[in-house]
């Protein structure tokens, strides 16, 4: 368990610690997560529910585990690469660019707000102290079970969809009529 305070009563204040358990509580509770959309769909803006980077809530949790977002920085580096050589190892030629660019967009917006049968692979993952002693997490098949949940067929089809027209694309442009 990584621990950064030594306090571990509720109701601490801002610059206490917690550990990565609590973080990710804090993070992936789906009551939460629910509340914030909510409130956003009555809004009728975007107020940042999910997990973002610079919301208040996972601000919150990365101040006070800074851990959990070395950590999360370490998966989703080790995401985009396994999905990057997944999509290279596929020969898209030149809707590869394009692909790769919309997986990365769609991981991340995953990890934003994951799947509810994402969030226990995703704290497992977190979890796990053996992964994270590299610059990136080295194993496989620990990302292709995360990517297997965390990505539906609707973004494998976008990716698809963006690869294919990028190959559209150059073809028309190569013939001197482009149309879109």
Known sequence: MVRYGEDS???RDMEENITVEEAIELLFNRESI????RAEEEA???IGAGLDWGSNKAFTAFVKNPALLHRMTV???????????MLQGWNLGVGEKK?????????LSRLQLP???????LESILMRDDLYNEEFISNNQVLQELLSV???RSDWEEIATVAGNAVREGVLVNVGTRQL
């Open 150 to 152: 965390l990505c539906d």
């Open 99 to 107: 692909a790769i660019e919309t997986a990365r967009t769609r991981i």
């Open 44 to 46: 009728d803006c975007d």
């Open 75 to 85: 998966l989703r580096i080790s995401l985009n690469r396994e999905i990057r050589q």
């Open 115 to 121: 799947p509810q049968q994402a969030i226990p692979i």
């Open 9 to 11: 009563k509720k109701g």
């Open 34 to 37: 629910e509340a914030a959309i």
